[in-house]
């Protein structure tokens, strides 16, 4: 069942991205054909139509959303779209997780030693990346904190949730091993 508010919050930021465009589609329509009642009532479904489109993209983000988390143990709620993620999780000694960001292929500029880690990860194919920092626990568990900006947070899709598909997909790097 999806979660209603993140729908629903998707779907209100892509039908928003939406409205310049229908607002000149609209204002040209109503141009061509003179500004008069029979032409505002051509116009009237112009909405409907847009707001299903932007229904359907949701329903493709929260999806997609979904298949990245599964398996992580991360629930998919509104807080998937927040610029900030965290998350504790097992990762061993602090060493085994540097190899791994050193190794893998999204993870660059790590720095840091035994109790902090800072780096770079590239949560899609592109150059956008998202900062991040692992804090090592005496108990052994290591807290991921990871902040996505440089614009991702005003792109919509999966690009709006960076930072919760990088939290994903260290979550899947690290149980891997």
């Known amino acids: 069942m999806p979660d209603g508010r993140l729908v629903l919050r998707l779907w209100l930021s892509t039908f928003a991205s939406f409205l310049p465009l229908m607002v000149i ?3 040209v329509e109503a141009s061509d054909d003179g500004f008069a009642w029979p032409t505002l009532g051509d116009l009237l479904p112009v909405p409907l139509v847009w707001a299903v489109l932007a229904l359907l993209g949701a329903l493709y983000v929260h999806g997609a959303l979904i298949r990245r988390a599964r398996g992580t143990g991360i629930p998919v709620t509104v ?3 927040a ?3 965290e998350r504790t999780f097992p990762a061993g000694p602090p060493a085994r997780l540097r190899t791994l960001l050193d190794t893998s292929e999204r993870a660059f500029a790590v720095m840091g030693g035994e109790e902090r880690l800072e780096f770079r990860w590239r949560p899609f194919r592109g150059r956008q990346s998202v900062a991040g920092s692992v804090t090592f626990e005496p108990s052994g568990e290591a807290r991921v904190w990871i ?3 440089e614009g991702l947070t005003s792109m919509q899709g999966v690009r709006r949730a960076s930072a919760f598909v990088a939290l994903c997909q260290m979550a899947r790097m690290v149980g891997a091993e």
Request: hydrophobic letters at 60%.
């Open 25 to 27: 589609m609209a204002l």
């Open 79 to 81: 807080a998937a779209l």
């Open 83 to 85: 610029e900030t993620q």
């Open 147 to 149: 902040r996505a900006g």
